[in-house]
């Protein structure tokens, strides 16, 4: 492999693709990862079904990457429970406000020149390059 | 078979987390700080299937195995999707997860107590629980629709993923 820094990402970013198409052109459905699981509360329950298969792959997926690649999972994260908690929230929250997230807005969204989903990119890009360059040192006394 | 093909995205979805590194919230967060390149090849290189690729799929009159597109159809830039972008921006950027990653660390580290993550992932916990939450806001108007009618536009820029 020329150069996995730089391959690695790239061909990850193309099978993620893959999968958002592959889920639209089969299914007919948008691989949104917020909108999926909060489907599962709101939506009724003929709707379900799709939605808790795509979880499942979700968690096989982490299954094999447990399997093949442990280092790829995480083991701790990279801030107290306080702020891991206050994330948790601000994303759960702002990904419903906005009716997406990196994958639905993102992936998907920029794939069907939706300009909500430019938008909302354009913004949640700067407000997270806004928290980890200034809020992240501000809380956590400089280890970034 | 109908399932199959929402399983197969999701393993295929994780699986491409995994090969981008982006299921590490250090590389995230790298890339927020503008130390790492990664996360705008792995944001290119998906969407630069997408971009190919959904308009060939949409040509088509109906999914392979569905009987119509569930698309977000709303165009317009409201205040909830910017201040939602902003505040999911402001999460992301202190942690280094968003919904994928975060649901599929859990869900692994829920269904293999063994492996790497020995104990529930307070971040993702959060968000799960904050998703009811907003579900919860969002359908106690709605509730009467959604038990009643088929999804009508409204109810699906509600609730699909633009």
Redesign the interface.
């Known amino acids: 492999m020329p150069d996995s820094?730089?391959l690695?990402?790239?061909?990850?970013?193309?099978?993620?693709?893959?999968?958002?198409?592959?889920?639209?052109?089969?299914?007919?459905?948008?691989?949104?990862?917020?909108?999926?699981?909060?489907?599962l509360?709101?939506?009724?329950p003929n709707?379900r079904?799709?939605?808790l298969?795509?979880?499942?792959?979700?968690?096989?997926?982490?299954?094999?990457?447990?399997a093949f690649?442990?280092a790829?999972?995480?083991?701790e994260?990279?801030?107290p429970?306080p702020?891991?908690?206050?994330?948790?929230?601000?994303?759960?929250?702002?990904?419903?406000?906005?009716?997406?997230?990196?994958?639905?807005?993102?992936?998907?969204?920029?794939?069907?020149?939706?300009?909500?989903?430019l938008?909302?990119?354009l913004?949640?890009?700067?407000?997270?390059?806004?928290?980890?360059?200034v809020?992240?040192p501000l809380?956590m006394g400089g280890a970034? | 078979v109908?399932?199959?093909?929402?399983?197969?995205?999701?393993?295929?979805?994780?699986?491409?987390?995994?090969?981008?590194?982006?299921?590490?919230?250090?590389n995230v967060?790298a890339f927020?700080?503008?130390r790492?390149?990664?996360?705008l090849?792995?944001?290119?290189?998906?969407?630069?299937?997408?971009?190919l690729?959904?308009p060939r799929?949409?040509r088509?009159e109906?999914?392979?195995?569905?009987?119509?597109?569930?698309?977000?159809t709303?165009?317009?830039?409201d205040r909830?999707?910017?201040?939602?972008?902003?505040?999911?921006?402001?999460?992301?950027?202190?942690?280094?997860?968003?919904?994928?990653p975060?649901?599929?660390?859990r869900?692994?580290a829920t269904?293999?107590p063994v492996?790497?993550?020995r104990r529930m992932?307070?971040?993702?916990?959060?968000?799960?629980?904050?998703?009811?939450?907003?579900?919860?806001l969002?359908?106690r108007t709605n509730a009467a629709l959604?038990?009643t009618l088929p999804?009508t536009p409204e109810y699906r820029?509600?609730?699909?993923?633009?």
């Open positions: 820094t730089i690695a990402p790239l061909f990850g970013g193309v099978l993620i693709g893959t999968s958002a198409l592959l889920l639209l052109w089969l299914g007919g459905r948008i691989a949104g990862v917020s909108g999926i699981v909060g489907g509360f709101a939506a009724p709707d079904g799709w939605r298969a795509f979880l499942a792959g979700l968690g096989l997926g982490g299954a094999a990457l447990l690649d442990p790829a999972l995480p083991t994260l990279p801030a429970w702020v891991i908690v206050l994330g948790g929230l601000l994303v759960g929250f702002g990904s419903r406000g906005a009716n997406g997230c990196t994958s639905g807005h993102g992936v998907c969204g920029l794939g069907r020149r939706s300009p909500r989903s938008v909302a990119v913004v949640f890009m700067t407000t997270g390059i806004f928290a980890a360059q809020m992240r809380l970034s | 109908r399932l199959a093909a929402p399983l197969l995205s999701g393993l295929l979805f994780a699986v491409g987390l995994g090969v981008a590194g982006m299921t590490l919230p250090e967060l927020l700080a503008f790492d390149p990664g996360l090849l792995t944001m290119g290189g998906a969407t630069a299937v997408t971009l690729g959904f799929v949409l088509r109906r999914p392979v195995f569905g009987l119509r597109f569930v698309l977000p709303r165009r317009d830039i909830p999707l910017i201040v939602g972008a902003a505040l999911f921006g402001v999460g992301w950027g202190l942690v280094g997860l968003c919904p994928g975060a649901t599929r660390y869900t692994s269904f293999f492996g790497r993550t992932n307070p971040g993702s916990a959060s968000q799960v629980t904050s998703y009811i939450f907003a579900r919860a969002h359908s959604i038990m999804p820029d509600k609730f699909e993923p633009s």
